[in-house]
């Protein structure tokens, strides 16, 4: 009797392992998958085109893995087998946290960027995903030779199976990634799929513990290596660096918040926690400069909050508000760039769309400084709904100005030429301006946009008057983009805009 007891608590325990692999390789996949766009962020930016090519490649791979699997479960089919799929997707996995950062560099030089996420998307998720694709339909199969009735089995299983999804789905976005960080989720999620291979089957012969083995050191590899991302970190938003650099004029220490290698997004100095002054901010203080009553500014994008903490010390009785949509920026502005409580100074956090649609005015300015990356910018902050929104909330002689990263001729100035226009079809008046040289207009560079809601007041005039030195590096629509179709929210095609860039 005691051994009939022990025999079925064996097969139970069997039994029951094989709904909760299937459950949680329908999550894993998910977080992966979501962590995947984390990866390529830094690289291609956080694009449609990003997300188009994880999603295409990865369920692609997921079927092909689907059709691999079931045909592998009619012709060997045991839980030895089930273990061999789980210890190469742990493995697969694991290569993906050891490898990504030097396969993204090299497919991201000067390439076309639908091409280099796709490449990218594949060369890093093809395997796991295949495998993951695989356990499904396997782990069917080997329900089914215990059971008899297979219309509830399969039906059981593949809803565990989208259960799972759903639950890896919003644990990554709601907390996983923010929590835990890309790169090292990465290393626990191998972990985990090695976790299942392990229940999969007992006893673990010398040639599976050898497997088990060199799965694990890659899992501890995998965990370590995300260790040596200093200064990398998740929010729920985006994934950010904070690095430092050296000022060339003075030699004075700069920390820096960036999503990339090649771009700051805010900065201050190490030794005062001052404001660091990108290069663009003077036509933000133009702006102000030119405005004849500066009273109430609206900020859309806060970053480290540099500029607006420039502005009040410049302009001490005015007001800012700041409307961030990420919370997590705003504690990493308090702890590293100095960011500290002023009554003149209102936080916002939420969307720049959705405040727009319902804030109150009147502002004396809107600036606009959330197209942070030149591959991801927020769509639904350049259409003509949006600008109308900003014409309401300003005062009748104020001024939107915005920051983009564009060429000023060629391909590359697609989308700036279509903001432009999109501008102008609310704004009496609207000028655009390099910020570094009018003498190389096909090199992508900062631009800034300014557009006035009077139609009275001379704006460039104003302009030319207050900074002349700036006022010179006006450029003129190039005559072949002067027909790009306004930007709307039913039509605002911006990621193919700035695939050229």
Not at 199 to 228: F, N, Y
Request: hydrophobic share 50%.
């Amino acid at each position: 009797m005691a051994q009939a007891g022990a025999a079925s608590r064996a097969r139970t325990a069997a039994g029951l392992s094989i709904p909760l692999i299937v459950f949680m390789a329908g999550a894993i996949v998910m977080v992966l998958e979501l962590v995947g766009s984390r990866l390529l962020a830094p690289f291609f930016g956080n694009s449609l085109f990003v997300w188009t090519s994880l999603i295409g490649v990865m369920l692609g791979f997921m079927a092909v893995g689907g059709y691999l699997g079931g045909r592998l479960a009619d012709r060997h089919l045991s839980r030895s087998t089930l273990f061999w799929i789980l210890t190469a997707a742990s493995i697969s996995i694991s290569v993906i946290a050891l490898t990504e950062r030097p396969l993204l560099e090299m497919l991201a030089d000067d390439a076309d960027l639908r091409i280099a996420a796709v490449l990218s998307a594949a060369v890093l998720f093809a395997v796991p995903s295949m495998l993951l694709g695989a356990v499904s339909p396997y782990s069917q199969r080997l329900q089914l030779h215990a059971l008899s009735d297979s219309g509830a089995t399969l039906g059981s299983l593949y809803a565990l199976s989208t259960f799972g999804s759903i639950v890896g789905t919003f644990a990554a976005g709601f907390w996983l990634i923010a929590t835990v960080g890309s790169h090292e989720l990465i290393g626990w999620l191998a972990g985990g799929v090695l976790a299942l291979a392990l229940i999969v089957i007992r006893p673990l012969v010398p040639r599976r513990l050898a497997a088990v083995a060199a799965a694990l050191v890659l899992v501890l590899v995998a965990l370590l290596a995300s260790r040596g991302y200093d200064g990398a970190f998740d929010t729920q938003y985006d994934r950010y660096f904070i690095g430092e650099s050296v000022e060339s004029e003075t030699g004075r220490a700069v920390v820096t918040l960036a999503r990339d290698d090649h771009s700051i997004e805010s900065a201050t100095y190490r030794d005062t926690g001052d404001p660091y002054l990108l290069d663009y901010y003077v036509y933000y203080d133009l702006a102000l400069a030119i405005l004849p009553d500066l009273d109430r500014t609206l900020l859309i994008g806060g970053g480290a909050f540099s500029y607006p903490r420039h502005q009040l010390a410049t302009h001490p009785g005015s007001s800012a508000d700041v409307v961030e949509i990420d919370p997590d920026l705003v504690a990493v502005a308090r702890t590293h760039f100095a960011l500290e409580d002023d009554p003149r100074l209102s936080v916002i956090i939420e969307d720049g769309r959705t405040f727009l649609n319902r804030a109150e005015g009147p502002y004396s300015a809107i600036l606009i400084d959330a197209f942070k990356s030149a591959a991801s910018v927020p769509y639904q902050l350049t259409t003509v709904e949006s600008m109308r929104h900003c014409y309401r909330l300003l005062e009748d002689d104020g001024l939107v100005v915005m920051n983009i990263i564009a060429s000023a001729q060629g391909p590359g100035s697609r989308f700036l030429w279509a903001e432009v226009g999109t501008l102008r079809a609310v704004f009496p008046q609207v000028e655009v301006f390099a910020v570094y040289d009018t003498d190389a207009p096909g090199e992508i560079q900062n631009i800034a946009v300014i557009a006035g809601k009077s139609d009275t007041v001379d704006l460039l005039g104003a302009i030319e008057d207050v900074a002349p030195g700036l006022a010179v590096r006006r450029i003129k629509t190039p005559s072949d983009m002067t027909d790009l179709p306004v930007l709307t929210d039913d039509f605002a095609p911006v990621d193919q805009y700035l695939m050229d860039l």
